[in-house]
C-alpha cells in the first residue's frame, strides 16, 4: 500500500499563501503521476495539479493557473502545491494521489478516478 501525507493546510486571509506537502517515501523509487485535489462541501473533487516526477509539462485547472505551483523538492520524496493569491472559493479539502510507478500523466491528469492511491487530505480555508 502506498502511504501518502499530507501537510501544510490551515485558515488564511484572502490573498495570502499556503504550501501544501505531500510526503511518501514511493516518489524516491520510481517516478510518478502525482495530483492534487479538493473537495468543497457538496461539490464533487475537482483536479487542481498534476505532474510526472520524472519530467515533463504539469497540468492545472484554469481557475488557479498563474497561482499554484506543484513541485518536487530537493529529497524527492515530497510534492508541494504552492498556492499564492488564494481565493475565498479555494476553500476546500485537499488530497494528494499518484498513479503506480512509472505511469505518466498523458491520460486524465486531472481526473480523480485516474489515480489509485490517496492521502488523507489537509484542510484550506480562505476568508474574504
Known amino acids: 500500500q502506498v502511504q501518502l501525507v499530507e501537510s501544510g493546510g490551515g485558515s488564511v486571509q484572502a490573498g495570502g499563501s499556503l504550501r501544501l506537502s505531500c510526503a511518501s517515501p514511493e516518489y524516491t523509487y520510481a517516478s510518478r503521476c502525482v495530483g492534487w485535489f479538493r473537495q468543497a462541501p457538496g461539490k464533487e473533487r475537482e483536479g487542481v495539479a498534476a505532474f510526472y516526477t520524472g519530467g515533463g509539462s504539469a497540468y492545472y485547472v484554469d481557475s488557479v493557473k498563474g497561482r499554484f505551483t506543484i513541485s518536487q523538492g530537493n529529497a524527492k520524496n515530497t510534492v508541494y502545491l504552492q498556492m499564492n493569491g488564494l481565493k475565498h472559493e479555494d476553500t476546500a479539502m485537499y488530497y494528494c494521489?499518484?498513479?503506480?510507478?512509472?505511469?505518466?500523466?498523458?491520460?486524465?491528469?486531472?481526473?480523480?478516478?485516474?489515480?489509485?492511491?490517496w492521502g488523507q487530505g489537509t484542510q484550506v480555508t480562505v476568508s474574504s
Open positions: 494521489a499518484t498513479r503506480r510507478p512509472w505511469h505518466d500523466c498523458t491520460a486524465a491528469p486531472l481526473t480523480p478516478d485516474s489515480y489509485p492511491y
